[in-house]
């Protein structure tokens, strides 16, 4: 996630400010949201996600004051907390209120069965999720960059456990219903669906045997609890390879991985009983704060009633969603930055080549080096003190008084940090070994040079996972390579003392990231597949160089870059507990244009030239400081 740290910068802060006032280029910086990548959020569901459906019932009717979703009152469903996360809100369909809201989810809906609710002592007729999304279709049209959320399947296995019903039948028939919504979606033009299984029904209170239970009454219990089990994982197995037959982008959530998980270790997630319901013998729908078994039961415990999820619970059920859903777009973003570093170590082999261009005498060899250290703002992540060096070799032409080829080898270290992200990347490391080849000559009035290369990188990334009180930290690791070459010609003249050369080039770029796999096997931790990304930039702009005296020259460059290809595609994703699944979220948008100066000193001491300098470029999102000192000597 973009930092926003109130650390010191006075030198990153004095060099913009220092650049910015020679350039008098004023720009807007705006940051990435991360979290505003979907336009917007629809729910279908049931009580897991209604968020106040019978509200009008219990305000009404029963005159109550809480919010009437099916948790801790006034606590809301995991839907409102996320969307919200998303930058956007959750509005419920309310019975004989509102029905202009995006959350369609009603308490007690199957996936297709159409049921009535005698609770209330009237009938109460409940949507199933089917009708709930052919509802919404037939007064909205599809938003493509909206997130469709389809949370069903509940209800139908608590009706397969009545003896009552055909169990096999139940359950097949909900997943059918799934997969037929799911497809109902993709037809009318979804992109991107969010669908959640069914947490591991044999673990709530309803299942769980009762202490005091001995005997054969103990070993039924256990034979239930383990039915209702062995139910939600094979409808869980069903419906998500069918809904994933149908070819939509399914968006997974392996909520029966994770209740295993916070229940197998309460502590680590906050809870301190994930046994008994916080509300008491109270029904979730009308429970309150006077209704808690206990003071901050809705915090502590993990279970509102028998089924439901207390507000926090809820909770860490949005901090997941959340997780899953941005994951991709972020990692989507390593290529680009990528890219964007290579840009900077070609602008300093650029740099060096300038002082080749500028100099009046060619050794027939000069050895150099160039290091600089940066501080870059790229796609929204902040590198401090990033470093590099170049070290190369220039071979002048002894037929040729205007013409120098070189080789040059870089060792490149990015690292962009953020100890204070909740949810999101919190390091990126990024090591390049490159090396390439360039040369320079004039033909007639004209400056020519060029250069091509190829970097070997190393990429690390940790990404930060917060789902209540607990953090978790997932690395992973993958290779890149780096392939580019770039073309600059310029005119050079002379404007009093001043050597002007107004130029045009084109640099061409191939980033290529190998899949990285979070090493942890869980419902949290994920895996992201192999990136490429091609580009090319042009670059139009004006170098100038002046003697100040003797020895001594004052040298700087202005120029406009600005990104002309780019086929840079949506990362695809996977959960490492179902890795048959893959998925695509929206991509992140990138700056396409930066403007860059570079401004320094130039001074020569016998057979030797040192330079020094700063350099700053900036675009609405990318923006880097860096300052570079060189040095060359002929042998």
């Known amino acids: 996630m973009p930092r926003n740290t109130s650390r010191s910068r006075v030198g990153h802060t004095t060099l913009k400010i220092f650049t910015k006032s020679i350039l008098a280029i004023s720009l807007s910086i705006a940051g990435i949201s991360h979290a505003n990548a979907y336009d917007s959020v629809t729910f279908f569901g049931d009580s897991l996600t209604d968020g106040g459906y019978f509200s009008s019932i219990t305000q009404g009717n029963l005159g109550l004051t809480e919010s009437g979703q099916f948790t801790t009152n006034p ?17 419920p369909i309310v019975y004989l209120g509102n029905q202009t809201g995006n959350n369609y989810a009603i308490g007690g809906a199957r996936a297709g069965e159409e049921v009535i609710n005698t609770d209330f002592g009237f009938p109460v007729d409940i949507a199933s999720a089917k009708t709930q999304t052919n509802n919404y279709l037939a007064n909205n049209n599809v938003d493509p960059n909206g997130l469709y959320v389809v949370w069903a399947g509940a209800n139908d296995l608590l009706a397969a456990a009545d003896p009552d019903n055909n169990a096999q039948a139940t359950i097949l028939g909900a997943v059918a219903s799934q997969i037929e919504t799911i497809n109902t979606l993709k037809d009318n033009g979804a992109n991107y669906i969010l669908v959640p299984n069914i947490p591991d029904v044999g673990l709530t209170p309803r299942f769980t045997p009762d202490p005091g239970l001995e005997g054969q009454d103990l070993i039924d219990a256990l034979t239930a609890q383990a039915s209702a089990t062995g139910a939600a994982s094979l409808y869980n197995q069903f419906m998500l390879s069918g809904v994933a037959g149908t070819g939509a982008n399914i968006i997974p959530l392996d909520v029966f991985s994770l209740s295993k998980a916070i229940i197998a270790s309460p502590t680590q997630y906050g809870f301190t009983n994930v046994t008994d319901e916080a509300c008491g013998d109270a029904s979730s729908l009308t429970c309150g704060r006077d209704t808690l078994i206990e003071t901050n039961a809705n915090e502590t415990y993990f279970f509102a009633d028998g089924i439901h999820p207390t507000g926090q619970a809820h909770q860490l059920i949005a901090d997941y969603a959340n997780a899953v859903v941005t994951a991709p777009s972020l990692i989507g973003v390593l290529p680009h930055i990528a ?20 100099s009046e005498q060619k050794p027939a060899r000069t050895l150099w080096a160039v290091g600089e250290v940066a501080n870059q703002e790229i796609a929204g992540f902040d590198g401090d003190n990033n470093t590099q060096v170049l070290l190369g070799v220039d071979f002048a032409h002894p037929n040729s008084a205007n013409a120098v080829t070189g080789l040059y080898g870089n060792i490149t270290q990015k690292d962009f940090e953020n100890s204070d992200v909740g949810t999101g990347l919190s390091d990126i490391d990024l090591g390049e070994v490159g090396f390439g080849v360039y040369h320079s000559n004039k033909f007639g009035g004209l400056q020519i040079n060029g250069a091509a290369g190829f970097g070997n990188m190393d990429v690390d ?9 607990n953090q978790q930290q997932f690395k992973s690791n993958a290779d890149g390579k780096r392939f580019y070459a770039n073309l600059q010609a310029g005119y050079p003249m002379q404007v009093s003392n001043i050597a002007i050369t107004p130029y045009i080039g084109a640099t061409a770029s191939r980033v290529k990231i190998d899949g990285l796999k979070e090493k942890e096997m869980s419902g949290i931790a994920m895996q992201f597949d192999e990136q490429k990304y091609s580009t090319t930039y042009g670059k139009l702009g004006l170098k100038a160089s002046h003697s100040l005296m003797e020895n001594l020259n004052l040298f700087g460059d202005i120029h406009y870059q600005k990104q002309l290809s780019d086929n840079r595609e949506a990362v695809t994703a996977r959960l490492n507990t179902l890795p ?4 695509e979220t929206p991509m992140v948008e990138t700056d396409d244009d930066n403007v860059a100066m570079t401004l320094g000193l130039s001074r020569s001491f016998g057979l030797l030239n040192a330079n ?24």
């Open 75 to 91: 606590d809301n469903t995991w839907a409102t907390s996320f969307a919200e996360q998303l930058g956007t809100t959750s509005v």
């Open 580 to 583: 048959n699944i893959s998925f």
């Open 612 to 635: 020094a300098g700063v350099t700053h470029s900036q675009g609405n999102d990318d923006d880097s400081t860096s300052l570079f000192v060189g040095l060359n000597g002929a042998f």
């Open 461 to 469: 990334v940790t990404r930060a996972v917060t789902l209540g009180s």
């Open 339 to 358: 890219t964007t570093t290579g840009l900077a170590t070609n602008e300093r082999l650029q740099s060096h080549v300038n002082q080749i261009q500028s």
